[in-house]
């Protein structure tokens, strides 16, 4: 048991002010950056028929981000004096510098989600409708509330859909995406993990999908499955199956959506695992070779518990998002055909802005946020899924 | 078991070294094969959409099969670029964008160290705290966030609503929670050997974290600040309700004024997209070699 | 880090100081550009000086006449600056109502009369015939007035009447419209004889708003509005008789693709695939300037009558209209009034007609040659005046959502027309229950 600390390299680093990695790489690539920066100004001075965007504005706009950019530093500032006076001067606590840092994003986190959930918790227990619309025009009361959560439960919540349909769906529909997400990301990152010819080629190719608008990407992704001219049906035809009616029918409706939605996520995957595939050390299989292990058994003892501590986050924060994924349905099917590709996000969106129902929608967000919160914590809890990242 | 500390440099060659000797050829064609494949399936919606841009007329869906439509033509192009504010919402965008992702990471990349470094009270909630945070359906986020920005605009006098300052707050506190794991699961890799030295040597914590910690986590500030950027740069929603004036539009509001209720300007839109599609591919590009080389969110656990 | 905690403190001082003194780059309450459309006010404002904001449907092309014709305004009424914001239909009556909600609205709506019932049940705007008087409405045309009628008050002033569907039809592909439906059967199937791989007939199967014409030829409707709450009227044999004819066009006569959106119809019949389009007046923008292939010759007619009844199938007409919200008071209010004053006038609604080729609600301007000369406009119109009015109540949102889902599953055989139509008659009452 060797602790091979390298203290030259350590005092080395602490002591140096010239950092190689960052500084020196930013000060090579300045003089390029401001190129580029003129360039493009030029061009857009001197387009000839470019009009709106004027210099005054590009200043006057960089200004005023500017100085409140600075406001906000000076808020912080301010928060950040009076705690140190209290926490470091008064009380001395030892924690002091740590909620100092954390102060900042706290504050900003705290503004930005409590006020809105406290505001849906009270519509969920008002009478808001379109009838009742601005405020003063509800009211609130324990019944509206008790009304409204009920609905949600057993009413339809959508025109004809209950809860627990779309419920059902939405959990296929994570834990389909998901596990695709990871395959495929694993997949291709192993793929990837090697010296390899247009390796980089392939890596940027490949990471498209995610730098696509996702707007964008998924109008193109439902052209391809219409049923006439898309891709899909065209190479269906072309190896002598029929033509599917994708956004005509339920299933075939829900799987394109699906497919999309693994075409959108898996370059997530793909570049977080291949990352941490290389932060594991080559000795590892260098002594499992010598012992004779097939590459499965390499795969299973070695990399795949390696990984653990880069997947097992990057799976759970994978699985929330796709478990709210909006606009992927919303922009394919729409929730159709008789929503029926409906998850719980877009049936919320429905209710909320196209059926009005105001305090029915509130209460359902609320319900949505607790299913999925009592989900992962007891997830987290039976897999230890996240003991590497909290300890 | 080795504790190994090496400069970042070589683990570069950590993973490779292990796969360089014995792929046949026959794997490695087949390796080539799949990867091309899929390179394919990534690549061909893409194309679909530069296609419709090179169409004129506005057709989004036609009978030919063809990439490079017969009639092809730079039309779309110019008319986005001459008759439409295009490069005003681009720019629009950039600033807020870039405004967002740098200080998100600034705010991201010191709670981060508080969290990895110090186990104070609070601390394990207060990670799974930021989890929830992602769990929130955004639709019941929109209203009460403008309605919020509003007050604070009236008592304070600063335009949060009507200009993109609300805007920049709102996406920088969105993306801290992500930010924040990725980043401290980073931190956590470098072992505190390395700071305690400095300290020793007289460096203040602030100083260690400045001068020790940030230089060797690059690669994770990288992929934060992609994260961060990619998702303001296409945000649609909230930009929707916060920015009314179209002087102020982001990209994504200002094509989707070229939508009609039924007659969409598809060649121009699908225009728009190619074009906002190429900051966010420089970006990656640009940043690739600090995201792949080195990206170790993991730790040799001794 | 003390080091840092002092600089941080200097920071502060410095923008508090900044802050504190006399703003002149950040106003309290004042936009952060500068640039471009925004009128900088000085201190000492003449009483006239008034900033309009309002939010229009209107996109694209459309929109830059809006904008250049706002500026011929202001040139006409100095002090008043106009700023036009577009918004997506939908787009619109959410933010409206967001905006509403924090007092931040527009002072004026240029968007669709269904938004009518939504606004005017959550009080959010005001009746047009309280603002401009009811003798205003006379100049106007009858389907232009009627479609913006709401529990018997005027709500809108009617810009453009329209948005119907009617029969477009490639007359370098077929020669003349049909009159009736068995007429068109023929000709369509005639044509897909002479000419495989191409439709006779094209529509968006997927939004019940094309079904609707045929609805009134069947001699139904989908929602009673004089009742209130308004009732649905979709369990009815006219209702299934309507899915049954057009299903029986996509699966017996086969005269109609077998999956087609808005754009998917759009796209066959700019390409020439498609003898006759079932589209709107939005469309005909868009198939007169097909540029390059130059593949259509537009003709314009009504819909064919349903042989079975006789009638002609009745489109939901609706309109254009200016609303104003409840918000818009004093002078904003009387430069609302001279704008909307303005846009109805004879000369900019013939320009209107001119340039964005749709029928204007001034009934003076429908009786300009520049409407009357026009074959299209006047195919157009003919359509037009044998349309019903769009229902504006907000009960009519569910007979759209209940209507949708069950009708598509009439097209693609799962349901009869029977079952379909008690189905969403059912789902409809729902809904309208829940709208309390």
């Known amino acids: 048991m060797s602790s091979i600390t390298d203290s030259k390299t350590t005092s080395k680093l602490a002591r140096s002010p010239n950092i190689d990695v960052d500084w020196q790489g930013l000060s090579r690539n300045l003089p390029m950056f401001l190129l580029v920066v003129g360039v493009i100004w030029f061009l857009i001075s001197f387009f000839p028929m470019q009009k709106a965007l004027t210099t005054d504005y590009m200043v006057s706009s960089v200004t005023d981000v500017g100085n409140f950019l600075l406001g906000l530093v000076a808020f912080f500032a301010i928060i950040e004096i009076v705690l140190y006076i209290v926490l470091v001067r008064i009380l001395q606590w030892r924690y002091a510098l740590a909620y100092m840092l954390l102060a900042p994003g706290a504050i900003g986190l705290a503004t930005l989600f409590v006020y809105p959930f406290i505001y849906n918790i009270a519509i969920a227990f008002s009478n808001r409708s379109l009838q009742h619309f601005l405020p003063g025009a509800y009211d609130y009361s324990l019944d509206y509330g008790i009304t409204n959560f009920t609905s949600v439960f057993t009413g339809n919540v959508l025109h004809d859909t209950g809860f627990w349909e779309v419920f059902f769906r939405t959990w296929v529909w994570t834990i389909i995406n998901v596990t695709f997400h990871v395959l495929g990301g694993l997949g291709l990152a192993l793929l990837l993990n090697r010296r390899l010819a247009f390796k980089g080629v392939y890596r940027t190719i490949l990471v498209l999908p995610w730098a696509i608008p996702q707007v964008i990407a998924a109008l193109a992704l439902r052209g391809e499955f219409h049923y006439q001219y898309g891709f899909v049906n065209n190479m269906l035809v072309g190896i002598g199956l029929p033509r599917v009616e994708w956004l005509n029918e339920p299933i075939p409706a829900f799987i394109a959506a699906t497919i999309s939605n693994i075409w959108l996520g898996i370059p997530f995957m793909m570049v977080i695992i291949l990352g941490g595939l290389q932060s594991i050390a080559a000795e590892y299989y260098e002594a499992a070779e010598i012992d004779g292990a097939s590459g499965w058994q390499q795969f299973r003892s070695i990399t795949w518990p390696l990984l653990q501590p880069v997947v097992a986050p990057a799976t759970v924060l994978g699985t929330i998002w796709t478990f709210n994924a909006f606009n992927v349905i919303y922009l394919i099917t729409q929730g159709g055909p008789a929503e029926k590709t409906d998850i719980l996000v877009t049936a919320l969106f429905k209710a909320a802005f196209e059926f009005y129902r105001y305090g029915q929608g509130a209460a359902f967000a609320i319900v949505i946020f607790f299913v999925l919160f009592s989900v992962s914590a007891v997830y987290i809890r039976m897999t230890g899924a996240l003991k590497a990242v909290t300890e | ?302 | ?436």
Not at chain 3, 294 to 303: E, S
């Open chain 2, 1 to 302: 078991m080795s504790t190994q500390i090496k400069p970042r440099s070589s683990t570069l060659t950590q993973g490779l070294v292990r796969r360089t000797h014995g792929d046949s050829l026959l794997k490695r064609l087949i390796i080539h094969g799949i990867l091309i494949f899929s390179c394919i399936i990534a690549l061909y919606p893409v194309i679909r959409v530069f296609s419709v841009s090179l169409r004129p007329g506005d057709r989004l869906l036609t009978t030919s099969l063809d990439l490079i439509p017969a009639d092809a033509s730079w039309a779309n192009y110019q008319r986005l670029l001459s008759s439409t504010d295009f490069f005003l919402w681009v720019w629009n965008s950039l600033l807020i964008t870039i405004t967002t992702s740098i200080a998100g990471v600034i705010l991201a990349a010191t709670a981060a160290y508080a969290f990895s470094r110090w186990k104070f009270p609070g601390r394990v909630p207060g990670l799974m705290l930021l989890l929830t945070t992602q769990m929130v359906p955004a639709t019941m986020m929109l209203i009460p966030i403008y309605l919020m920005f509003v007050e604070i605009g009236r008592a304070t006098g600063l335009p949060l609503v009507g200009s993109y300052l609300g805007l920049i707050v709102a996406y920088m506190m969105g993306g801290v929670a992500f930010s924040i794991w990725i980043l401290k699961g980073y931190y956590d890799t470098i072992p505190i050997d390395l700071e305690e030295a400095a300290k020793i040597d007289g460096t203040t914590d602030l100083g260690a974290f400045y001068r020790i910690i940030l230089p060797l986590s690059t690669p994770a500030l990288a992929i934060v600040f992609l994260f961060n950027f990619t998702t303001a740069w296409v945000e649609y929603p909230l930009a929707r309700i916060i920015l009314p004036r179209s002087e102020v539009f982001t990209w994504a509001l200002g094509i989707r004024s070229l939508q009609a209720q039924f007659n969409t300007e598809w060649g121009t839109f699908a225009a728009a997209s190619v074009l906002v599609a190429i900051p966010t591919m420089a970006l990656f590009l640009w940043s690739s070699k600090w995201l792949i080389s080195g990206l170790t969110i993991g730790s040799v656990k001794g």
């Open chain 3, 1 to 436: 880090m003390k080091k840092l905690l002092m600089l941080a403190a200097l920071i502060a001082i410095a923008a508090v100081v900044v802050a504190c003194a006399p703003a002149t780059t950040n106003p309290p309450a004042a936009s952060s550009s500068s640039s471009v459309a925004s009128s900088v006010a000085p201190t000492a404002v003449p009483a006239k000086a008034v900033k309009l904001t309002i939010w229009c449907k209107e996109g694209g092309v459309d929109l830059d006449w809006v904008k250049a014709t706002a500026k011929t305004f202001e040139s006409k009424n100095p002090g008043v600056t106009v700023e036009v914001i577009n918004k997506n239909v939908e787009d619109l009556r959410n933010d409206f109502q967001t905006a509403a909600l924090a007092g931040t609205g527009p002072d004026l709506l240029w968007t669709v009369n269904d938004h009518i019932g939504v606004f005017a049940t959550a009080k959010l705007i005001a009746a047009a015939e309280d603002v401009m008087g009811k003798d205003y409405f006379s100049k106007f045309v009858k389907p232009g007035n009627d479609a913006a009628l709401f529990q018997g008050k005027l709500w809108g002033v009617p810009i453009s009447a329209g948005n119907h569907l009617m029969l477009l039809y490639n007359k370098n592909l077929i020669k003349t419209a049909p009159q009736d439906t068995d007429e068109m059967i023929k000709m369509a199937k005639d044509f897909q004889t002479a000419n495989p791989g191409k439709w006779g007939l094209v529509f968006n199967e997927t939004e019940p708003f094309w079904v609707a014409p045929w609805i009134g030829g069947f001699g139904g409707w989908p929602l009673d509005d004089t009742k209130i709450p308004a009732v649905a009227t979709l369990g009815t044999k006219a209702n299934a008789d309507t899915m049954n004819f057009l299903a029986s066009l996509r699966n017996t006569e086969k005269i109609i693709p077998l999956e087609a959106d808005y754009d998917g119809a759009d796209g066959l019949f700019k390409d020439g695939k498609a003898a006759m389009i079932i589209n709107g007046d939005w469309s005909i923008g868009g198939y007169t300037t097909v540029t390059a292939t130059k593949t259509i010759d537009l003709g314009v007619a009504r819909i064919p009558k349903v042989k079975a009844t006789g009638n002609w199938p009745s489109p939901m007409t609706a309109g254009v209209y200016f609303l104003f919200p409840a918000s818009t008071k004093g002078d904003k209010l009387d430069a609302a009034k001279a704008f909307v004053n303005y846009f109805v006038s004879k000369d900019v609604q013939i320009d209107f007609v001119k340039k964005l080729t749709r029928l204007p609600a001034l009934t003076d301007a429908g009786n300009d040659p520049v409407v009357t000369g026009s074959a299209i406009l006047k195919g157009s119109f003919d359509q037009m005046s044998v349309g019903k009015p769009m229902p504006v109540v907000p009960e009519m949102r569910c007979a759209w959502d209940s209507w949708k889902p069950n009708y598509q599953e009439v097209l693609t055989a799962k349901q009869t027309g029977d079952q379909a139509a008690a189905k969403a008659q059912a789902a409809a009452v729902d809904c309208i229950s829940k709208l309390k």
